[in-house]
């Protein structure tokens, strides 16, 4: 088996499985809100891991654990100002779908290289923007700074789905809420967390215990959180070599499948995220004749749908164009060997389709 569906999920690195053995241990167990020694161990723990993964933020915000970056959107949205909410057009389900909460349809249009123009007009009276740092479906990394900047000026909060960003690039800088997940970094399904700057005044979705600030109810998992946070510090400190490692992947990847045409930027993109279409192309087939192969037809997220991909009809492909694209999606464990070979594979069987 090859993997490439890094933008779906990411392997779980050894030091953040090891980070969470200690919490699944015997010994391990205590609800970290209680206040006896074993619970204090507990509640160390997730301190500990709360700065670490607060070091993936700007200075000036909390970190909120959450069960996931999903959930985290849906307490930024719906525990946010009420009123108009504008997205963009290439937003996660996740964002896109609580937008429409507000029964708001203000989508911030982009371009055809799958970017947001930076001087987009806002809708008038918007009290929340959003826009992700870098789409998940076509890897564009998009002008979060100045976008928070001009919705700070328009007196509306700025929310930054930083999912596929996070660890690999700089934090979005000027956002007021940034949305993030473990298991996009090489840490464990099932956390995520929302960081909020200072001075917000959110309201909880999910009522309770009053855990989190009394903003996210609910006993938090040690382990989760020991293992998000080991896979916060290292996704910092391998920040560079990780990106050399999949700059070289990326030149590897696009030499073999030169004849292949790239959806989104050539240039504004995280680089682990190959989009590629080839005219003609059935992705089903394709798929089943590289059965060793994982890769995903379009946003894994949006599979299984049938319906085709929301970002690259954004982009202005056609339904054809768009069901004949595939998304190759790889980072720090994935070999030079195993990419090439996958690409190879993947342009051989393409080629046996007469495309
Ligand atoms: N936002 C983006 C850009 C994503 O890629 C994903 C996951 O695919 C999510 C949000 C949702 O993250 P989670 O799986 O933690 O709910």
Redesign the pocket.
Known sequence: MIYLDY??TTPLAPEAREAMLRWLADDGFANPHSAHAMGRAAKAAVEVAREQVAALFPPGGRVVFTG????A?NLAIRGGPNGPVAVSAIE?A??RDTARWFDADHELAVDADGLIDPEVPFPEGARLVAA?QVN?EIGTIQPVERLAERARAAGAWFLC?A??GAGKLAAPAGADLI?V?A??LHGPKGI?ALWVRDGLQLSPIILGGGQEGGLRSGTLSPALCAGFGAAAKLALERREEDAAHVEMLWNEARAVLNRWTMNGSKTKRYKGNLNLRLNGLDVARLMSDCRRIMFSAGS??ASGSGRPSHVLRALGLSDGEARSSIRLGFGRYTTRDELIEACRTIDAAAKAQGV
């Open positions: 933008q779906a996931s970056a999903t959930e959107i996660h996740a964002v992700m998940n789905d999912v596929q949305a997940s298991h996009k995520g894994a997220c």
